[in-house]
């Protein structure tokens, strides 16, 4: 664990809130009034691995290679040189130190973590589970990559790949941590799913967001012509021909899955023009594809698509979203769309002074990446309210009030 200097943050102008047809400006010198900074954390990837940010101060708390957070960005877990070790987000502390087998961490709960091979063709897979009643490994046939555990830490959720020496599909299964069997989802309505009817994904995952109070995990995934759902394999007939990407939907605690279809042009532009957003409190998910400027909102409640819009085409660049404060955000290129997050009403544009690097909202403040700098904007007018260095930064992922 190691700490970065920070040089002095420096302030950003205000950026004019905009139409997305209007042109844009970029920053200016910041007004006097612009308020210090408040308590936080930023969590973000960068070449130095995993680091934790203060946002009082615009300084790197903490930097962890080869680091993961669970899904409540409470715990941070670094996996090297053998050694499994899990450290406390607030204090730093060393919650945990195990001996492992296994060069990559997988997946990880609250209970669980789960470390096994890179990814690469093979017929059976060595996993180790770290959790709440020690260490145990499980041996698997099959090319396995663990996704994925339920809430309790009995089940997890893993990607068989097909054929194992030489995949080019796999399905999403269930290992019984108890009775160290692998089973086949069910679908939404708690069915189980008949044998042969489960679905093979052929699909490029590419991004996926977790929400933790209600335990199901939204995974973006664009794919080839080819692909079959489980709907479509029990019904024996593709019921949505020409959709190019879906969201699959897996509720970790209940035990089922299901793919939420995007409607073309989705799927069709290149793979990183597409991202999801989550407003867990609003009980909304976003895609959106730059290279289209199309975006959709479904709820959550029924993974059913609510509306659609356009906020204009965005070539080149990786896209990322967030959503919150009844809005949703989209950074890719040099610009920041703003969005109303039930009309889908194209509200601003705001121009960044570097590529997009992700965006994450918090109360009163979003935080883009951009180049090698995170800059602070006021959410609701684009206002800058600052911006402090990141060497290396790769993607915002994630930002937090805390007490202070």
């Known amino acids: ?156 959720y893993l990607l068989d790949h097909l054929p194992p020496e030489a995949p080019d599909r796999y399905r999403v299964r269930m290992y019984d941590l108890d009775a160290g069997t692998l089973q086949p989802l069910q679908t939404r309505d708690k069915t189980q799913v008949r044998p042969g009817a489960e679905e093979e994904m052929r699909g490029r995952g590419r991004q996926a967001v977790l929400d933790p109070s209600a335990g199901v995990l939204y995974t973006l995934y664009t794919h080839q012509d080819d692909h079959l759902h489980t709907r479509d394999l029990a019904a024996g007939r593709d019921q949505s021909p020409g959709v190019h990407a879906f969201v699959h939907v897996l509720n970790l605690d209940q035990r089922w899955a299901y793919c939420l279809d995007l409607p073309a042009p989705f799927g069709l532009g290149p793979h990183e023009a597409h991202t999801i957003a989550l407003d867990a409190a609003r009980r909304r998910l976003y895609s959106f594809d730059a290279s289209t400027g199309t975006i959709v909102v479904a709820s959550t409640d029924d993974q059913v698509i609510r509306r659609s819009g356009l906020l204009g085409k965005q070539p080149g660049g990786e896209a990322y979203a967030a959503a919150g404060g009844r809005r949703v955000y989209v950074a890719v290129g040099s610009r920041v769309l703003v969005a109303d997050g039930e009309t889908l009403a194209p509200l601003a544009a705001w121009a960044l002074p570097g590529p997009a690097r992700g965006v994450t909202w918090t109360a009163g403040e979003l935080l883009v990446g951009a180049g090698d700098q995170v800059i602070r904007l006021d959410p609701d007018t684009g206002a800058g309210l600052g911006a402090f260095p990141l060497p290396g930064l790769q993607e915002v992922r994630h930002a937090e009030r805390i007490p202070g």
Request: charge should be positive.
């Open 1 to 156: 664990m190691s700490s970065l200097t920070r040089r002095q943050a420096f302030a950003l102008g205000a950026v004019a809130a905009v139409s997305a047809c209007a042109a844009e400006r970029p920053a200016t010198k910041a007004a006097p009034a612009v308020p210090a900074p408040k308590p936080g954390r930023l969590f973000a990837t960068t070449a130095a691995g995993l680091v934790v940010v203060d946002l009082a101060k615009g300084a790197v708390k903490a930097a962890y290679p080869a680091a993961v957070a669970d899904g409540a960005w409470t715990r941070i877990h670094q996996l090297k040189d053998g050694r499994l070790r899990s450290y406390e987000v607030g204090t730093g502390a060393l919650l945990a130190d195990e001996t492992v087998d296994g060069r990559q961490i997988k997946a990880v709960s609250a209970r669980m973590i789960a470390v096994g091979p890179p990814p690469g063709p093979r017929r059976r897979t060595r996993i180790t589970l770290v959790g709440d009643n020690g260490t145990r490994t499980v041996e698997l046939d099959g090319n396995i990559e663990p996704e994925a555990f339920s809430g309790d830490g009995r089940i997890m």
